[in-house]
């Protein structure tokens, strides 16, 4: 057996553990940069249509084309999400790339924030699930998105490790095949199942929140093509399994489906 197939043996089984565990276990897709209608979307939406998983897409709010409201407006099974103001890197040369982190005036960063958030409110299947870009948000800012109206926020990792953000639901990705360290490429097959085999595992564990759904993080404008054929197979393997569910962004908002 090569260690591809082992690997894919290695998720099965905990998978098996997790649904005779819990019942099933949860999953959500969530694509980071969109701002407009291109080949590359076009692909990701046929990939997560084929699996049957519903699409959070994040999309830019200051780079947002009307053309993609357009492109998305007949679909079913796909959410916009705001992915902060205009995905631009205020941090100190010094310090990892952050948009809305605590660097500038609050209120300053909350007034972007909101202007995104009613710039959005008019493209179709709009959700209020704040995604901040590079995944970081300071402590200030996400303690004043509820009252902007923000229902949700998503990050990278653990939401038990994450920022606290009052009034709202952390819904957070854990499972990202691209190579950002090595220079954009996909990490390879091997490490993306033992990335997911481990998330798993942390799962059973209690390492990881057992009760949040393991979110699949993509990029369609900067994966190459081996990253999106790893993902359509993956999508297509839990989608082919019973104990795996797919959730849309509704059931992630909604307060009974885990804890806050």
Not at 138 to 160: E, H, I
Not at 210 to 220: F, K, M, Q, V, Y
């Amino acid at each position: 057996m090569s260690r591809e197939a082992e690997l894919w043996s290695l998720v099965g089984e905990r998978l098996d553990r997790l649904a005779a565990r819990d019942g099933e276990t949860r999953f959500w897709l969530r694509d980071d940069d969109a701002v407009g209608p291109t080949p590359r979307l076009d692909a990701l939406l046929a990939m997560a249509a084929a699996a049957g998983a519903p699409l959070a897409l994040a999309v830019i709010p200051a780079g947002a084309k009307s053309a993609l409201a357009a492109r998305l407006a007949p679909l079913s099974g796909v959410a916009v999400l705001p992915h902060g103001f205009a995905h631009r890197n205020h941090a100190p040369a010094n310090e990892k790339k952050t948009e809305l982190g605590d660097h500038r005036p609050t209120e300053l960063v909350l007034a972007e924030l909101a202007a995104g958030h009613a710039r959005l409110a008019g493209f179709p299947h709009y959700a209020p699930l704040l995604v901040p870009p590079w995944n970081r948000i300071g402590p200030g800012v996400a303690a004043g998105l509820a009252a902007l109206g923000f229902r949700g926020l998503s990050l990278y990792g653990d939401r038990r490790r994450n920022p606290a953000a009052p009034g709202l639901r952390q819904v957070n990705t854990h499972f990202d095949p691209v190579d950002w360290r090595g220079g954009g490429g996909f990490v390879g097959r091997e490490r993306a199942l033992e990335m997911l085999g481990k998330r798993l595992g942390q799962l059973l564990s209690g390492e990881h929140d057992p009760a949040e759904p393991t979110g699949i993080l993509s990029h369609h404008l900067a994966q190459d093509a081996a990253t999106f054929i790893f993902l359509g197979d993956l999508l297509r393997y839990l989608a082919k399994r019973s104990d795996c569910r797919f959730l849309f962004v509704d059931e992630l908002l909604a307060g009974s489906s885990f804890g806050q």
